[in-house]
């Protein structure tokens, strides 16, 4: 059974750190590109970060770029977002996912998801 859970969300004020976890089981890890996404309620999915397992190629998009930092255990199946200088636009659920690499972070290609966590960056 595949599966993607996060973990290490939660409240955090606006200048915070948190880091989030995404264990991943069920499917051959160095195959995939893990990415994370966040939306909120009304909008988008929108790409935050993704890196690929089997060379560690790593993407940003603009507005985390500096105070995220995507990393992956490969022994652990596991990767983390570590998230830094937190602002009140942060505030989102964050999701992990399986898919190929791609600087477009394209959610239709992602295999496989997360049930998602919540991150509350209160101002």
């Known amino acids: 059974e595949v599966q993607l859970v996060e973990s290490g969300g939660g409240l955090v004020q606006a200048g915070g750190s948190l880091r989030l976890s995404c264990a991943a089981s069920g499917f051959t890890f160095d195959d995939y590109a893990i990415g994370w996404f966040r939306q909120v309620p009304g909008k988008e999915r929108e790409g935050v970060s993704c890196?690929?397992?089997?060379?560690?190629?790593?993407y940003y998009s603009d507005s985390v770029k500096g105070r995220f930092t995507i990393s992956s255990d490969n022994a652990k199946n596991t990767v983390y977002l570590q998230m830094n200088s937190l602002k009140p636009e942060d505030t989102a659920v964050y999701y992990c996912a399986a898919g190929p690499y791609g600087r477009d972070m394209d959610s239709r290609l992602y295999d496989y998801w997360g049930k998602g966590i919540l991150v509350t960056v209160s101002s």
């Open positions: 890196i690929s397992s089997s060379d560690g190629t790593t």
